[in-house]
């Protein structure tokens, strides 16, 4: 068998980039690149939009924020994925951001990092209706004021992410920004600061401006691809 290669252009992901950021008024971008960035290449895309000035990169498990950083990506770094009790020293010696989904979560953090005089950065993850990781929205004011009150913790973001953003039509997704809105006002009420607020990914991206709020979490469109083969093609990737 023969060895294979692809080629990437570039400046087509820059492209894609540019009409991405003109379509969301220029908010801040965190630029997802997990899954070795779609199977463009982790490292060398990560380094591009570096170059580009994205505000930061999500990946989806530790060992891909460690690989970042091995290569000398400074950006702030957000690990997505489920976090174990394990995993939290690296997190911390590789300077990550991570997802913090329950109070359990969060208290094993500071508890870990009070005893090494740490702090780590975390981003409350809230459940709006995907049913996968995260506080039930309703539950959210639990976990949002456990954060406020760790002195090790210091609370970047508050997020959730969308079920089927991908479908302009589904009226889910509007649901479901009501419901991450309310939770997240929880901050205000009890006085505090309110974080960076993030949930739209890349159907949120294209077709919910709602949703755009402080930064947004563009995947799959980077890369030119639409999340679904029936998604209307508002940008020319």
Not at 16 to 32: C, T, W
Not at 133 to 160: F, M, P, R
Not at 191 to 210: C, D, E, K, M, W
């Amino acid at each position: 068998m023969r060895p294979s290669c692809i080629e990437v252009d570039l400046s087509i992901l820059t492209h894609n980039l540019k009409l991405i950021r003109e379509h969301i008024d220029n908010r801040p971008v965190m630029a997802v690149v997990k899954s070795n960035a779609y199977g463009h290449g982790l490292v060398r895309v990560a380094h591009l939009y570096e170059q580009l000035g994205v505000n930061s990169l999500g990946v989806a498990l530790l060992e891909e924020g460690i690989i970042l950083r091995k290569s000398g990506i400074s950006l702030p770094i957000a690990v997505f994925g489920g976090v174990l009790m394990e995993q939290i020293p690296e997190l911390l010696e590789w300077d990550l951001e991570f997802f913090v989904p329950s109070t359990e979560v969060l208290n094993d953090t500071e508890n870990l990092c009070k005893a090494q005089n740490r702090h780590a950065t975390v981003h409350l993850k809230i459940d709006s209706g995907m049913g996968r990781i995260g506080t039930i929205a309703e539950n959210s004011e639990s976990l949002i004021a456990s954060a406020l009150d760790a002195e090790h913790i210091n609370i970047k973001g508050v997020c959730s992410h969308f079920a089927c953003a991908d479908n302009p039509d589904d009226p889910m997704t509007l649901e479901q920004i009501d419901r991450f809105l309310e939770a997240v006002s929880v901050f205000e009420r009890l006085g505090a600061s309110t974080p960076l607020r993030h949930i739209a990914n890349s159907g949120g991206v294209l077709y919910f401006p709602q949703s755009h709020l402080d930064i947004v979490r563009p995947g799959i469109i980077l890369y030119g691809v639409y999340p679904e083969p029936a998604c209307p093609r508002i940008l020319e990737l």
